[in-house]
C-alpha cells in the first residue's frame, strides 16, 4: 500500500474558505467519489469527493478550519493496483458548484434535519456514489441521494438513476399522517401526593379525536366583534301571548338563530362544506340546519335544529328546550349531530366574554356567544347605557378571508339591531 495525499482542488479565486463538515475520520474505509469534506462560504456550498479508494491514515482538517486550493486534507493508503485520478470534468463540476458562484444554490435538507450550533453543514454524510454534478441534480429535484440506486460500477449513481428513481415514487399515495401519543410523563403524580384516576366520560373520548381532527385540518380565524341588542333584549322581554297575555319566556339564542340564518341567505360561503380542498370543489347548502351546542354532565353535544329558515321564534324556542333535554337525558338520535349549516355556542348563561371557538368539521365557521353587558356608548353626541353581546366567529380560512368574516359579522350585527327585533319573532 502507498499513502496518497488528498489535498482541496481548484476552488477558484476565494482563499480561506470554512470547513463546515467532516465525513470521514481515521482509521475508516472510503471509495473513490465519497464525500470527505464540505465548505462553504457566504455564496453556497459544495462536497469534496475523494479521489481514491483505501484506508485513511489521517485526517488533516476539523470544522471551522480554513482552506484552500492545494491544502491538505487527508492521508489515504491505498492498494497497490490502479489509482483512479479525479477525471478533469469532475473537477470542472466542482468549479461549477464551489463558491465562486454568484447566486448560491438550493439547498434542500431532509423534514427534521436542523442546523448544529456553530454552523454545520445541511447536508447529510453520505455513501452514495455520484458525481457533484448529479448530486445537484438530485438536490433540485428535492431528492436525498442515498435512497437512489446506483446502475454503474460500483453503485455509482448517474442522473437517469435519480430520474427513474422520481418517477417510480411520483404517483405513491402520501403517508397518513400518524399523531404521536404525547410523551408520557417522566414522574408519577402520585410522587407529589393524593391523586384519583377516573374514567374519560364516553362523549368526549368520542368528541376528541373530532376536535383535533378539526384543529389539525382546519386554519381557523376568529373574529371578536359585539352586536347592540338594546332594542332586541327589550323586545324580547316585552313578548307576550296572543290569548293569555302572559309573557313569554323565548331565549335570546332563538332570536340569534333566526339572526344567524338571515346571515348567511347573503352569506353562502358560510353554509358550505370542502371536504377534500385539493379536488378543488364546494358544496353550497341549501338547507339551513343550525348546530346548538349543549352542555351536559356527559360533555358537549351539538344536535340541529332544522329547517331554521322555515320556523318563527316560538318553534325554535321549543325545539332548543326538546334538544336540549334529550341530550341532557341521553335521548338524543344521533342522527341529529350530522348535516349541520353553522354551530353557535354561548356562554352567555355561564359567563365570560369573547373566546375562540372550535369549527365543527365538516362545517366551515361557529359562532360563540358571551354573556350580554351594558355599558356607555357614544350616541348622538351623548353617552347612552346600551345592551352589548360579544360575538366570536371562527372561520375556516382556506375558503372565508378576514374581509368576509368582518362583512358576516356586521350583518349579524345589523340583524340584531332594532330594526329587525321584529321582523326575527316571525
Given amino acids: 500500500m502507498s499513502d496518497k495525499e488528498v489535498l482541496v482542488p481548484n476552488i477558484g479565486d476565494f482563499k480561506d474558505v470554512e470547513v463546515i463538515e467532516v465525513l470521514t475520520s481515521t482509521g475508516s474505509k472510503i471509495n473513490k467519489d465519497d464525500p470527505i469534506i464540505t465548505i462553504e462560504s457566504d455564496k453556497s456550498s459544495v462536497e469534496i469527493p475523494s479521489p481514491y479508494s483505501g484506508s485513511v491514515k489521517q485526517v488533516n482538517l476539523k470544522v471551522g478550519d480554513k482552506v484552500s486550493e492545494g491544502s491538505l486534507i487527508l492521508l489515504i493508503g491505498t492498494e497497490e493496483e490502479k489509482i483512479e485520478e479525479i477525471k478533469d470534468e469532475e473537477v470542472k463540476e466542482i468549479q461549477k458548484e464551489n463558491i465562486i458562484q454568484k447566486t448560491p444554490d438550493p439547498v434542500i435538507t431532509k423534514p427534521n434535519e436542523t442546523l448544529q450550533k456553530n454552523k454545520v453543514s445541511v447536508f447529510k454524510s453520505s455513501k452514495a456514489l455520484a458525481s457533484p454534478k448529479t448530486r445537484k441534480f438530485a438536490r433540485e429535484l428535492g431528492v436525498d441521494i442515498n435512497n437512489v440506486i446506483g446502475s454503474q460500477r460500483s453503485g455509482r449513481i448517474i442522473e437517469e438513476d435519480i430520474k427513474k428513481f422520481v418517477s417510480t415514487n411520483f404517483d405513491k399515495p402520501k403517508e397518513e399522517k400518524i399523531n404521536k401519543p404525547f410523551k408520557q410523563s417522566e414522574y408519577d403524580h402520585s410522587d407529589f401526593g393524593e391523586i384519583e384516576i377516573k374514567d374519560i366520560p364516553r362523549i368526549k373520548k368520542i368528541a376528541a379525536p373530532h376536535l383535533t381532527n378539526s384543529w389539525q385540518t382546519i386554519p381557523h380565524v376568529t373574529n371578536y ?193 332594532k330594526n329587525f327585533a321584529y321582523k326575527l319573532a316571525k
Fill in 225 to 417: 366583534d359585539e352586536a347592540d341588542i338594546t332594542e332586541l333584549d327589550e323586545f324580547r322581554r316585552n313578548l307576550t301571548d296572543t290569548f293569555t297575555g302572559e309573557k313569554k319566556k323565548i331565549t335570546p339564542l332563538a332570536f340569534i338563530i333566526k339572526a344567524v340564518v338571515e346571515a348567511l341567505k347573503n352569506f353562502p360561503r358560510f353554509n358550505s362544506s370542502i371536504d377534500d380542498i385539493e379536488k378543488g370543489k364546494i358544496t353550497f347548502k341549501k338547507y339551513f340546519h343550525i348546530g346548538i351546542a349543549v352542555d351536559t354532565p356527559n360533555g358537549l353535544m351539538v344536535p340541529k335544529i332544522r329547517d331554521a329558515n322555515q320556523k318563527n321564534i316560538d318553534q325554535i324556542s321549543k325545539d332548543l328546550k326538546k334538544v336540549s333535554e334529550d341530550c341532557r337525558n341521553l335521548k338524543i338520535n344521533k342522527k341529529e349531530f350530522y348535516g349541520g349549516s353553522i354551530t353557535i355556542t354561548s356562554l352567555g348563561g355561564i359567563g365570560g366574554t369573547y373566546f375562540s371557538p372550535i369549527i365543527n368539521y365538516p362545517e366551515v365557521a361557529i359562532l360563540g356567544i358571551g354573556r350580554s353587558y351594558v355599558k356607555p356608548v357614544f350616541i348622538d353626541g351623548d353617552f347612552k347605557p346600551r345592551t352589548m353581546l360579544p360575538l366570536s366567529l371562527s372561520y375556516d380560512h382556506r375558503i372565508i378571508d378576514g374581509a368576509e368574516g368582518s362583512r358576516f359579522n356586521n350583518e349579524l350585527k345589523v340583524n340584531l339591531g
